[in-house]
């Protein structure tokens, strides 16, 4: 599950976005001496300020960001259903073969850092359209690889571009809402990545039952070229300062005045500004701060086991019960339901709570560590779920008992992630957008890494064994929440990177009871 993808609470006053990246023109937004006649900026009421347009649009736009999320996530895992087709053809290693995965989710890690800064410079609407025609091609090109080289390369090539939506469909959305709505248009987005991910071996299966896998490539290919007919055809621009610059262009051309100039075009970054933003301070804030590192050690944990369930399921559904591949893909369904139930609850329940904990506490901003209050129960669910599939997964228990596990780990991984990344945003304000981006590359890489020692794991110490140890692992993870809620008010304290010191639960009277 691409946490690019996960929706946060961004708080009006940070300087970040919901792609998860600082914004390098973070003063396009502030306003230059309001005396300055030639400044463009949005009238009362403009029609091309994204938060006047209708409903209707922008939440056609938001089901449309939904869906270029899933298309790249539904790409992600969707050669495990044709594994054995690749092995045979190819007459590859069954490691080289779940590269084709891996790789795919290595490419995670370069996209965002190209992709984010780009869109602030240049605009969403045209890194869409440039990004995902060149998905396309990755596509094509794994359709028509004739070696094993050709069909890895082309992997990780698609994974970087299909990074896009996975950072800049979530600032669309920051985009076009106001904080109030936000929320909501970001639990539609937050299904996404539990969709994708489930729907990939099952429909990937079924084809290879029937056709050559290279009809899951050219099924791929036809998925992103709809979505990029789509972005051409009905998805405009919905940056502010790039609309702005639109706006200036026109009146210097209709008026024929030359010093109409929107903002940022008078804020243009040094290079060393972008690479110290976007490469360096990331790494230099994870590693000076031991809560951030904490919390990326669980996020990546538990995105690295979302990838292991594809190379552990099949052994546990597959051969045991006599499963083809096209209904063993089906297994991985109960994942993206627990995620929706997730997301339901989150929506009905918990965003509700925090919006009053928000007018409780005003003027004051709410203590971080309330968004901690769903990782208390998401942590034990989440190891919980990993002994319960380990230890059903017997050939003479009905499949039924491990197949149920997977709603609680996409119920509790989407909880997890929720929980943390709104704790990190509210935590560390100004340089959440590096926090995160740090937390998105060790993600990424646990997601490409877990799938490769996956089968030798379950087939060395068995399911029900390898199973528990993740449970293990999972366990000795709960306790991170719980050490933040009672210390975190002092490491935020002590920390350089949070602006400024927020006031403990216990001092705003947060109930604590979920």
């Not at 403009?46 to 996530?73: C, E, F, G, Q, V």
């Not at 300062?241 to 706006?247: A, C, D, E, H, T």
């Not at 590693?287 to 919390?295: G, I, R, T, V």
């Amino acid at each position: 599950m691409p946490a690019e993808s996960i929706p946060v609470d961004l708080p009006e006053a940070t300087s970040v976005n919901a792609s998860g990246t600082d914004i390098l023109t973070q003063d396009v937004s502030e306003k230059l001496p309001g005396h300055d006649p030639f400044l463009v900026q949005f009238d009362k009421d403009d029609p091309a300020d994204p938060h006047n347009w209708s409903k209707t649009r922008r939440w056609y736009l938001t089901i449309a960001s939904a869906i270029l999320t899933l298309n790249a996530t539904f790409a992600s895992s969707a050669p495990s259903g044709i594994i054995s087709q690749l092995t045979q053809d190819f007459h590859m290693s069954e490691i080289v073969a779940i590269l084709t995965l891996s790789l795919f989710v290595t490419g995670y890690c370069v996209g965002p850092i190209l992709w984010a800064p780009l869109s602030e410079r240049y605009g969403r609407r045209p890194i869409f359209i440039i990004s995902f025609f060149l998905y396309v091609c990755t596509q094509v090109g794994s359709a028509l690889a004739r070696n094993t080289a050709s069909v890895l390369v082309f992997r990780f090539l698609g994974g970087t571009f299909a990074a896009c939506p996975l950072s800049n469909s979530g600032a669309v959305i920051s985009d076009i809402w106001d904080a109030e709505t936000r929320g909501k248009a970001l639990a539609l987005f937050a299904v996404m990545p539990f969709a994708g991910p489930s729907l990939g071996p099952a429909v990937a299966g079924f084809i290879g039952e029937n056709a050559s896998w290279r009809w899951v490539f050219w099924l791929l290919t036809i998925f992103a070229g709809a979505c990029w007919v789509m972005i051409i055809v009905s998805m405009p621009e919905t940056y502010s300062p790039i609309i702005l610059v639109y706006k200036a262009r026109k009146l210097r051309q209709t008026t024929g005045d030359s010093r109409y100039y929107a903002a940022l075009e008078r804020n243009v970054p040094h290079p060393r500004q972008i690479v110290n933003k976007v490469l360096a301070r990331p790494f230099l804030v994870l590693f000076n701060e031991p809560m951030l590192m904490a919390m990326t050690a669980y996020l990546s944990f538990a995105y690295g086991c979302l990838y292991l369930m594809f190379e552990a399921y099949p052994i546990v559904f597959t051969v045991p019960h006599n499963l083809s591949p096209g209904i063993a893909g089906l297994t991985f369904l109960p994942i993206a339901i627990g995620g929706t139930i997730a997301v339901l609850i989150y929506v009905a329940i918990y965003n509700p709570r925090y919006e009053r904990e928000v007018k409780k506490c005003a003027p004051e901003p709410v203590p971080p560590e309330f968004r901690l209050e769903m990782a208390l129960i998401a942590g034990p669910v989440f190891a919980i779920s990993f002994f319960w599939f380990g230890w059903t997964s017997y050939s003479r228990i009905s499949l039924w008992a491990p197949l149920l596990s997977g709603v609680p780990v996409g119920f509790s991984i989407s909880w997890i992630f929720l929980s943390l990344f709104n704790y990190i945003i509210d935590a560390y304000l100004s340089v959440a957008a590096s926090a995160i981006a740090a937390s998105i590359i060790f993600r990424s890489i646990s997601g490409a890494a877990f799938p490769l020692f996956a089968k030798q794991m379950y087939d060395k110490l068995n399911p029900r064994w390898a199973s528990s140890l993740l449970g293990f692992f999972a366990i000795a993870l709960v306790p991170i929440p719980f050490v933040l809620i009672k210390y975190g008010p002092v490491l935020r304290k002590k920390s350089k990177f949070i602006p400024a010191y927020m006031p403990p639960a216990s001092e705003t009277s947060t109930d604590k009871t979920v």
